[in-house]
């Protein structure tokens, strides 16, 4: 749409209210610092979110002293007498007396008065005796996992804000969960503004195909948000307006509009929708012109610039730190490896490179300019280069890349 008869209100791209990188992340992070409430789900639906509550056994793990190998329980020092045999998932096998002995599978709960376990491939036979013929003289507990070896019941295993992972799953089922209390995704909704995008096809004189409605939903997933299906608002600053006073989502997200053109009408509808920025621009290379306001409720909104490596810099600045404390997930120390070799970098301000992994340290790639997402794919991180760049040798911290 023409920019005939708007009044365009846009802050400027610099000047004191630019914040630096870490700054505006740690604003991010701020913003978010009340977590969505915490909801108990099933524990089909609890992966990719974060624990609301300390998870704690609800049994001793073992639940009983059980055989780690394949084998025979015996009782006191042998040779022993063989009579019958345990497996795993029966009911409790009768007492073991000195100098006798069962067969026994792995997992299967040891016969009270077992001393320990002899492996199949120690053992031998001869009529009904078992006789121990392993590299050394079998040992007191050997090869039991006794009862409470990895945790007591009412233990605090792991502690609220620890992201729900296949191994959280497997050791919560482990310990009698059902379900687990996690927060509530934040609900996300991704506006990408813009008249000359195309969702389909090739495109053609003045036209752009659109890389941010296919790349940012996963990768918002992946943060562990629930975003909607992207919404495509064009140039009009009242479309603009009114997607903003009617969305509900936790966090909105916009594409393009953050600067000053003719046709960037995202700080103004902020004003009108009665937000407040708490970010305006940030002393990063790509995507400086980012912004982050509250919005009414207590939700909020990330401006992401329109290119597309710039508005990747604008997701892992802004948008992932504010949903990871939104989710409750704790922030871990920085990832960090060295240079392998000269990383540049801008005089004044942080840049997000992408960079593969190699035994030296991190190499970047080429194809970084901000419209550019030829380097991203090929990349396995984002090295954060401080202003002024870091010599080879020089440890950086990594964004990791979804």
């Known amino acids: 749409m023409s920019a005939v008869g708007q009044t365009v209100v846009a802050a400027p791209s610099t000047g004191p209210g630019v914040l630096s990188w870490s ?8 913003a978010g610092a009340r977590p969505l409430p915490g909801v108990p789900v099933p524990l089909a639906e609890a992966l990719g979110r974060t624990l609301a509550e ?18 025979w329980a015996v009782a006191g020092p042998g040779p022993w007498r063989v009579a019958g045999r345990v497996l795993a998932g029966r009911t409790a096998p009768a007492p073991l007396a000195d100098g006798t002995a069962v067969e026994i599978a792995t997992g299967a709960q040891l016969p009270s008065g077992a001393t320990a376990v002899l492996r199949r491939e120690h053992g031998r036979t001869d009529g009904a005796l078992l006789h121990d013929c392993g590299p050394q003289p079998l ?29 959280v799953l497997g050791l919560a089922a482990a310990c009698g969960h059902d379900r687990l209390p996690v927060h509530r995704r934040p609900e996300v909704q991704l506006l990408v503004l813009g008249d000359e995008l195309l969702t389909a096809g090739v495109p053609g004189p003045g036209l752009v195909r659109d890389a941010l409605g296919p790349l940012l939903p996963p990768w918002l997933r992946a943060a562990g948000a629930d975003p909607a299906e992207a919404g495509y608002v064009r140039d009009d600053f009242g479309l603009l307006r009114d997607a903003l ?19 960037d009408f995202l700080h103004r509808a902020l004003a009108e929708t009665g937000a407040r920025l708490l970010v305006d621009g940030v002393a990063v290379r790509p995507g400086h012109p980012m912004l982050l ?12 610039p329109g290119n597309p490596l710039a508005a990747v810099a604008g997701m892992v600045t802004l948008a992932l730190p504010l949903l990871h404390a939104r989710s409750g997930r704790t922030v871990g120390a920085p990832a960090l490896a060295p240079a392998a ?3 540049p970098g801008h005089g004044t301000d ?30 396995e991180a984002l090295a954060v280069v401080p ?3 870091a010599a080879a040798g020089e440890p950086v911290e990594l964004l990791e890349v979804p």
Request: glycine share 16%.
């Open 23 to 30: 700054r505006a992340r740690e604003t991010a992070r701020r």
């Open 54 to 71: 300390p998870l704690g056994a609800l049994t001793d793990l073992p639940a009983f002293d059980t055989s780690a190998m394949d084998g």
């Open 139 to 167: 040992t007191t507990g050997q090869d039991v996992r006794p009862r409470g070896q990895e945790c007591r019941r009412g233990e605090e295993l792991l502690p609220s804000g620890t992201p729900v992972g296949p191994a």
């Open 245 to 263: 006073r009617h969305s509900t989502a936790d966090l909105v997200v916009t594409t393009g509009g953050t600067a000053a053109g003719p046709v």
């Open 293 to 304: 306001a509250e919005l009414p409720g207590g939700r909020h909104l990330v401006g992401l």
């Open 341 to 343: 070799a000269a990383l």
């Open 350 to 379: 942080t840049r997000l490179q992408p960079v593969r992994r190699t035994a030296g340290g991190v190499l970047p790639l080429a194809f970084d300019g901000p419209a550019m997402l030829r380097g991203l794919a090929r990349a």
């Open 387 to 389: 202003p002024g760049g």
